[in-house]
């Protein structure tokens, strides 16, 4: 058992599960039994790598941290039978090789939250965007998002059948985010990014409102995030009260660490302690730094943000 700090562990098993949950998700699709169900709202839906996802991140995290709080987007299905493969007490090397910041040395295991997004971009996985999907981890401490694991599990897909596929992403405020290449947008553009199957008049109002260059609908939150980090889009501009704590809790605490600000649409930050409501109520918006979040804040019409409540 690793002697490291409890925040610095959970960051670390984090990290090794959601490389199982890749596998899980892979081999799921590739399979080809997905097991939709429609969860009733606009392109709202759950499928077999959904749930198994959930079960897998659930029941490790629950193993190895009995006193964490876990909260998971899918209902409990009643199926607790989980593969005794699925349960995953490894700890990364690749996180445990860091100092955990001074500031969380001390945190105890009631001061944590944990959000867990089995899949992200459920409605792309099923329609075969896989590189849209990611399977989000986002650990909250008193309140605030300070570690997240975003795993892409078909990044390089595209890279012919040799590539070996999948990446996994991640950050603890005060350490930084590894696991990708951080880049500046490029100059004399103004890339958004924002949803592709959840638009609204809203939603489509803000991102014009910002004066886009060019226009990125993708799935996911945390795929959106990642477009962020990696220079490819200039902010992520989601105006509507669709996302829950579990999308943005992961993708948030890595773009902060990378020196980036994730808030709802007005400037708040979000809450992610126990009681929380899941809803993110006041919409998203992220740039890759704080001084660029401002410009978009005053460019989305106060009628569009009258209509998005305060998270
Ligand atoms: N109107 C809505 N209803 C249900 N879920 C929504 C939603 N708007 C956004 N979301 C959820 O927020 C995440 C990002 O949305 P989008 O891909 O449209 O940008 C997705 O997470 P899941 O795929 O994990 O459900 C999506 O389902
Ligand atoms: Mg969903
Ligand atoms: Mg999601
Ligand atoms: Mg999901």
């Known amino acids: 058992m690793s002697s490291a700090p409890l925040l610095l562990r959970l960051v670390a098993n984090s990290v090794s599960i959601s490389h199982r949950v890749g596998n899980i998700v892979r081999d799921i699709m590739k399979k080809g039994e997905l097991g939709i169900i429609d969860k009733g709202g606009k392109n709202d839906f759950q499928t077999e790598a959904d749930r198994s996802g959930q079960r897998c991140i659930l029941a490790s995290l629950h193993r190895m941290f009995p006193k964490v709080c876990l909260f998971g987007e899918e ?3 009643g199926n607790d039978q989980v593969p005794a493969d699925w349960i995953v ?3 990364s090397e690749d996180v445990l090789r860091h100092k955990l910041p001074a500031q969380y040395a001390n945190v105890k295991d009631e ?3 944990v959000w867990v997004d089995p899949l992200d971009g459920t409605a792309e996985y099923t329609q075969g965007l896989l590189d849209h999907v990611t399977v989000l981890i986002g650990i909250a401490v008193k309140g605030e998002a300070v570690a997240g694991v975003v795993y892409q599990p078909y990044f390089n897909y595209q890279a ?3 590539a070996a596929l999948g990446r996994c992403i991640w950050g603890i405020i005060g350490l930084g985010s590894f696991g990708f290449e951080p880049k500046s947008p490029p100059e004399g553009k103004n890339i958004i990014t924002t949803t592709r199957s959840h ?4 939603v489509v109002e803000a991102v014009e409102k910002c004066e886009p260059t060019d226009v990125l609908r993708v799935g996911g939150a945390g795929h959106k995030v990642l477009l962020v980090l ?6 992520y501009v989601f105006a509507s009260p669709g996302c829950k704590k579990w ?3 992961a993708p948030e605490a890595v773009l902060h660490a990378a020196g980036g600000k994730l808030t709802d649409i007005h400037g708040n930050k979000f809450q992610y302690g126990p009681t929380v409501q899941r809803r993110n109520t006041g919409g998203v918006l992220a740039t890759p730094t704080v001084e660029a979040h401002k410009w978009y804040l005053d460019h989305i019409p106060q009628d569009v943000k009258d209509t998005l409540p305060r998270s």
Not at 230 to 235: C, F, L, V, Y
Request: proline residues 0%; hydrophobic residues 25%.
């Open 230 to 235: 990696e220079g490819k889009a200039h902010a």
């Open 247 to 249: 999308d943005t809790c």
């Open 111 to 113: 001061d944590i939250t």
């Open 199 to 202: 638009g609204t008049r809203a």
């Open 160 to 162: 012919g059948a040799d």
């Open 75 to 77: 209902e409990e299905d």
């Open 89 to 91: 007490g490894e700890m």
